[in-house]
């Protein structure tokens, strides 16, 4: 019996773990926008607010996760107000396991590792710090890479201008363009994983293709907002526990830890982590340059060396650290905080080939993040002999955290693009499983969640196919 065909858009985390899931049950093509084996960044617009001091979003072999440090954590599902994506999240948690292997946490339950690490630091904080809404953890494994597609993929890199033709309220034939020559293929099945940046641009398509230019297409788009918030010096009594709330050495993996944080009204979660320090200074600009110099990689990298700022204490304090992979001794840690955004009216969409980002961060949520903030404040203040943070921020402190999310809504009302089987509504065949689908995140990294749906996914288009 011949197999049923199933096209894959875009190579990233999700799109790989479909692939690798499905090429024995269907005859997969895998239709990558970037090159094979490098990565391109792409041009983009942002309109109001840029999304950071670097590069966060690229096609390529892997798609955006070739520019991720593979941190894993859960998104919490009591911080999810959704009822609907609560539910998806909750129906994709056995799928955890499974994930956090693909992503190269190997030899053990992750699940099982993760709370009782959790449980491990709650009870070291509740016992000498007293944080009131607990710690998290996000896990690095110490040794990782990309994911890689299976040989038995039809992957095709460097796709231009993909083109749908439909029979009734499925699509039929999948066109593209690849090497300058016209290619198409008959499709039972199209599992849409450009990413929350790439997706809509496909859903565009799809949308024109079908008579209707939906606006909500795009709308929604959300990050993380993340910056370095300020500086403490701890008292000597406490510093043992916070360097373990800090950076905690697992030897096959790294947690770094942090201190959740809950808006008053509760519709609102963040999270603080400490980062060892060798001033009380807390200047901006340092906070920006310590981030690009981070994030950067090959010649970029080199170029933001060459800079006086590279001199500043904190700074070479961190390369010290990174290079030798020691903490930094002492009582002085940065703050960075990492704040959560709800869908609203920031979006993507494409003009011709060029990606505009209309994302800002609203002063609804800048005073939520200055509340909590200020929480954290009274928090410290028994544990500190200095502090200097900035509980005013303006959105020049925050930048984005790279974990783009929210720009397919998601959920059983007819309005929302996709239902909670990741289908979308207008196509009888076609789903979408990336960031897109992620209605809300709270301060996680997204990567594990992407992987959890990945797989959810891929288990229901097999029983459905069967």
């Not at 197999?3 to 894959?8: F, G, N, Y």
């Not at 690229?58 to 991720?68: D, I, K, P």
């Not at 050495?249 to 809950?262: F, I």
Request: hydrophobic share 40%; aromatic share 10%.
């Amino acid at each position: 019996m011949m197999k049923r065909i199933l096209v894959v858009i875009g190579s990233g985390l999700a799109g790989s773990l479909l692939c690798n899931e499905l090429v024995q049950y269907f005859d997969v093509t895998l239709l990558e926008k970037g090159p094979k084996g490098s990565i391109k960044i792409p041009d983009i617009q942002c309109i109001k607010k840029d999304l950071a001091e670097i590069s966060t979003f690229c096609f390529g072999q892997g798609g955006t996760t070739s520019l991720w440090h593979n941190g894993l954590i859960p998104i919490n599902i009591k911080d999810v107000n959704s009822e609907d994506f609560r539910t998806v999240l909750a129906e994709a948690s056995p799928y955890m396991d499974q994930a956090a292997d693909a992503l190269y946490f190997r030899n053990r339950s992750f699940l099982a590792e993760y709370e009782r690490i959790v449980a491990e630091l709650n009870a070291l904080s509740d016992q000498y710090l007293g944080f009131p809404h607990g710690i998290d953890c996000l896990i690095y494994p110490k040794h990782f890479k990309k994911l890689q597609v299976d040989p038995k993929v039809s992957a095709v890199y460097g796709v231009q201008d993909i083109e749908f033709s439909f029979e009734d309220s499925r699509i039929k034939t999948v066109h593209y363009k690849s090497d300058g020559i016209r290619n198409s293929i008959d499709a039972d099945y199209v599992l849409v994983s450009a990413g929350a940046m790439g997706t809509p641009g496909v859903l565009q398509k799809i949308f024109a293709r079908t008579g209707v230019d939906d606006p909500r297409v795009g709308l929604g788009f959300i990050d993380h907002p993340k910056g370095f918030v300020g500086k403490v010096k701890f008292k000597k009594n406490f510093v043992p526990v916070l360097r373990k709330l800090s950076t905690y050495d697992k030897g096959e993996y790294l947690a770094r830890n942090a201190v959740r944080l809950k808006s008053q009204c509760g519709n609102y979660t963040a999270c603080a982590y400490f980062r060892p320090a060798l001033t009380m200074a807390n200047s901006l600009d340092i906070y920006k340059y310590k981030v690009a110099l981070g994030a950067g990689s090959g010649m970029s990298r080199v170029k933001k060396m060459v800079s006086p700022k590279i001199l500043h204490p904190d700074i070479l304090a961190e390369i010290f650290s990174h290079l030798f992979n020691v903490s930094i001794p002492g009582r002085k840690f940065n703050i960075l905080f990492v704040g959560e955004q709800k869908r609203g009216k920031s979006r993507v969409f494409f003009e011709g080939d060029r990606l505009q980002v209309d994302w800002s961060i609203s002063d609804q949520e800048l005073a939520v993040y200055q509340e909590m903030l200020r929480e954290l404040e009274d928090m410290l203040e028994g544990l500190v002999d200095e502090m200097n943070i900035k509980t005013d921020i303006t959105e020049d402190w925050l930048w984005s955290m790279a974990h783009h999310s929210g720009t397919v809504s998601m959920g059983d009302a007819d309005e929302d693009l996709v239902d909670r089987d990741l289908k979308l509504r207008c196509c009888d065949n076609v789903y979408v499983c990336d960031g897109s689908v992620i209605q809300e995140h709270s301060y996680a990294n997204t990567g594990l969640t992407i992987g959890m749906l990945a797989l959810r996914l891929a288990d229901r288009i097999r029983e459905e196919a069967t």
